[in-house]
C-alpha cells in the first residue's frame, strides 16, 4: 500500500480534520510538520503542494490533494472498508449531501471566526475582539438552534451513524473556542448537539500526544 | 418518475446553480418562486423546507434538499445517465473533490461579495462600497493566478472534461460583477479562465426567459 504523508500543523483545525479521519479509518501516516510561524507554507516549495498556501496537504502514492474536506473524503471513498465506514449505508445519500455543506458554509466560518478571536489570538499574544466575538457567537448560536432540532429527530447529523460530516465538526468544536464558548453554547443552549460531541469525543492520535 | 420542484428566485446565484445543473442534466423541473423581496425565505413555511432560510430548496418525490451544491451533487448522482456526465469517467477522484472545495471555499466568498456589491447593491437601490470591491478584487484576483495556472494544464478545472466544479463557478461568473469586473479579470489577466467560460457559457433555461 501506498504511505500517507500529511503535510500540515498540529495547530491548524484543518489539519486536524485530516487527522481525525485518517484516525477513524485507522490509517498509518507520516506526518511532515509545516513551520506556519516561519511561513513555511507561503514559500515556493509548499506552494508547489498547494498554490493557495494552506495547511493541509495530503500525499498518497502519486495523488496530492489538499483543502482538508476534499482529503477527508478522498480517504473515506479509498478506504472503505478500513475502520468507522462513515457514511449512511442503506439510506439516502441526500441528508449526508445537505449536512456537509451545511458544516462548510453555516457552520464553519463563525466558528473559525471565534478560534481566532479566542483560541489564535491569545497564543500569538494578539488581542480578543470583544465586538467580533459577540457578533460570531450570535451567528454561531442561531445556527446551533438549527443543530439542536435536527439531533433531536436523529442522533447523528447525517443519519443515525456517525459519518464524515460530524467528523469536519470535531476539530472546531474540540480544540476551539476556549471552555467559556463550549460551555455557554453547547452544554446550556443544545443539549444534543453537546451530547452528540460527548458521543464522538474528538482526541488527537496517540502518537501525536 | 418523481416531479422535481425547486424554491428559489432567479435573481439568487444559488438557485441559478441549481436550474445549470438541471440544464445540464436536461431534467424538466417546476420553479416555485420564492419572494425574496417580502422575506417569504424567512416565514415559517419555507423555514420547514430550509431551517437557514435560504434559497434553493430542492424537492424530488419525498426528498427536500437545501444548500445548492447538495443539490446539484445530488441531481448528478441521481440522474447520472442524463444529459452531461459532469464527472470525470475513469479518471482519479482527487481533483473533482480538491477543485470543488476550492469553487466554495476560495472563489465564492470574494466573488459573492464583489456581486452584493456591484450588482444586487445597485439593484436594490443602495450604494456600493468602494472600498469592499477593492478588498475583494484583490482577493480573487490571486485566486484567478491560481486557476490561470491550472487551466494551462487542464482543459477544465478538475478534468479535461467539463464537471460539477465548472458548473459550480458559472452564476457568479456569468450573471456576476458587471461586465466591469468580468471584463479586467477574466478576458485580461486570465485568458485561459475566461476562454473557460466562454466555452461553458451559462444560460438560463429558455423557459424561465
Redesign the interface.
Known amino acids: 500500500m501506498a504511505g500517507i504523508k500529511v503535510h500540515g500543523s498540529v495547530f491548524s483545525t484543518a489539519t486536524q480534520r485530516v487527522f481525525a479521519s485518517l484516525y477513524e479509518k485507522e490509517l498509518e501516516y507520516e506526518l511532515v510538520p509545516v513551520d506556519m510561524k516561519a511561513g513555511e507554507h507561503k514559500k515556493e516549495a509548499f506552494l508547489s503542494l498547494n498554490?493557495?498556501g494552506q495547511v493541509p496537504v495530503l500525499e498518497h502514492g502519486d495523488?496530492?490533494?489538499?483543502?482538508s474536506?476534499?482529503?477527508t473524503?478522498?480517504i473515506a471513498?479509498e478506504f472503505p472498508d478500513k475502520g468507522t465506514q462513515l457514511a449512511c449505508p442503506g439510506k439516502?445519500?441526500?441528508p449526508l449531501?445537505?449536512w456537509?455543506?451545511?458544516e462548510?458554509?453555516?457552520f464553519d466560518p463563525p466558528s473559525s471566526k471565534l478560534n481566532w478571536e479566542l483560541v489564535y489570538k491569545p497564543m500569538f499574544g494578539m488581542t480578543t475582539d470583544p465586538a467580533a466575538v459577540e457578533e460570531n457567537e450570535a451567528k454561531l448560536s442561531k445556527?446551533l438552534d438549527?443543530y439542536e432540532?435536527?439531533l433531536s429527530q436523529s442522533k447523528y447529523l447525517a443519519c443515525d451513524s456517525f459519518t464524515l460530516v460530524d467528523l469536519h465538526h470535531l476539530p472546531n468544536i474540540n480544540f476551539g473556542f476556549g471552555d467559556r464558548l463550549s460551555r455557554k453554547l453547547f452544554d446550556a443552549t443544545a443539549p444534543h448537539v453537546s451530547g452528540h460531541n460527548g458521543q464522538a469525543e474528538f482526541q488527537l492520535p496517540d502518537r501525536l500526544g
Open positions: 498554490p493557495f495523488q496530492k490533494l489538499f483543502e474536506r476534499a482529503i473524503q478522498y471513498q439516502p445519500i441526500a449531501l445537505v456537509k455543506e451545511v462548510a458554509l453555516q445556527i438549527v432540532a435536527r
